[in-house]
C-alpha cells in the first residue's frame, strides 16, 4: 500500500486536504490504480476539489470556475494573476 | 497473428460510432465516479511527520507549500529496490515520467511531491539524471521520509 514495511517497498499516492494547519488524507490508490495517472485532470480527480469547474457535480460551496477557462500556458499563471491584481 | 476485418468506410464509420458510445459512456461514469470520491470520508492526520528536503527538515504542512491539496507519491527509492542505491524503481520511473506540468495543479491549489526513502543526495542525483527538473520549485519532487518508520505507518 505505499509503503515501507517489513515486506519491502511498495508504491502508492496519497491524497491529503488542508484546513488551516488541520490536514486530513482523504484519498489512497496503488497497484494498477497509478497506470491510468499523469495528466492534470486525472490528478485533480483524485482531490477532494476536483477540476474546480462549474460542471462536475461536487458538494455545495466548493470552489468552482467556469470549465476550460481557468487553462494557461504553464508559463504564464504568474502573469495572469499578476495581471488581475493590476 | 489475426488482423481484424476489413470493411468499407462506411462499415469502419458504423463500428466507431458504437464504439464512441461506449467510450462517451464510460467517461460519464468516470465522472460520477470522481463525485463519489469528492464525497468520501476523510481521517485526520495527528501525527508530526518529519520529511528532509533541499532545504532541510519539514513537515507534513509545509509540503503543502500554502496550497489546500497535497499529492503524494511513494516513489520506491530503497534497500532492496531495483537500482538501489543508485537508482530508483523502474516503473515508480515510468509514472514519473508521465507526470503532468505541476504548474497546472498548483493553479488548482494543488501541490505534488515524490516520497522515498533513500538518501537524499541518491535521490537529487537520480533526479537529475532522469530530468525531471521540469516546474517543480523547491522544497519539491524528491524528499526523504525521517525518520523512516514514518512511512509504513502512514501509508500502511
Redesign the interface.
Known amino acids: 500500500?505505499?509503503?515501507?514495511?517489513e515486506h519491502?517497498?511498495?508504491?502508492?499516492?496519497?491524497?491529503?486536504?488542508?484546513d488551516g494547519?488541520?490536514?486530513?488524507?482523504?484519498?489512497?490508490t496503488g497497484g494498477r490504480g497509478?497506470e491510468t495517472?499523469?495528466?492534470?485532470w486525472t490528478?485533480?480527480?483524485?482531490?477532494?476539489?476536483?477540476?474546480?469547474e462549474d460542471w462536475?457535480?461536487?458538494?455545495e460551496g466548493?470552489?468552482q470556475t467556469p470549465r476550460y477557462q481557468?487553462?494557461?500556458r504553464?508559463?504564464e499563471?504568474e502573469e495572469a494573476a499578476r495581471e488581475s491584481r493590476r | 497473428m489475426k488482423l481484424p476485418k476489413v470493411v468499407s468506410p462506411d462499415e469502419w464509420k458504423a463500428a466507431h460510432a458504437r464504439l464512441l458510445a461506449k467510450e462517451k459512456a464510460a467517461t460519464r461514469d468516470?465522472?460520477?465516479l470522481?463525485?463519489e470520491?469528492?464525497?468520501?470520508p476523510?481521517?485526520?492526520?495527528h501525527k508530526e511527520y518529519v520529511f528532509e528536503g533541499p532545504n532541510g527538515e519539514v513537515s507534513?504542512?509545509d509540503l503543502?507549500e500554502g496550497?489546500?491539496?497535497?499529492?503524494?507519491?511513494?516513489?520506491?527509492f530503497?534497500p532492496?529496490?531495483d537500482g538501489w542505491p543508485e537508482a530508483g524503481?523502474p516503473?515508480?520511473s515510468m509514472?514519473a515520467d508521465?507526470?503532468?506540468?505541476l504548474?497546472?495543479?498548483?493553479?488548482?491549489?494543488?501541490s505534488?511531491v515524490f516520497l522515498s526513502?533513500g538518501p537524499y543526495r541518491n535521490l537529487e542525483r537520480y533526479r537529475e539524471r532522469m530530468g525531471w527538473d521540469i516546474?517543480r520549485p523547491a522544497p519539491a519532487s524528491t524528499t526523504t521520509?525521517a525518520p523512516?518508520?514514518n512511512?509504513?505507518r502512514?501509508?500502511?
Open positions: 500500500m505505499g509503503a515501507t514495511t519491502g517497498e511498495t508504491h502508492g499516492l496519497s491524497v491529503f486536504f488542508r494547519s488541520i490536514i486530513y488524507r482523504t484519498y489512497f497509478v495517472l499523469g495528466p492534470v490528478f485533480l480527480d483524485l482531490t477532494p476539489l476536483g477540476r474546480q462536475e457535480d461536487s458538494a466548493y470552489p481557468w487553462w494557461r504553464h508559463d499563471y | 468516470r465522472d460520477a470522481a463525485a470520491r469528492r464525497r468520501q476523510m481521517v485526520r492526520i507534513l504542512l503543502f496550497r489546500r491539496q497535497l499529492i503524494v507519491y511513494h516513489f520506491m530503497a532492496g529496490v524503481c516503473g515508480c509514472v508521465q507526470v503532468a506540468n504548474a497546472h495543479l498548483h493553479a488548482r491549489d494543488t505534488f526513502r516546474p521520509w523512516p518508520r512511512t509504513a502512514l501509508m500502511a
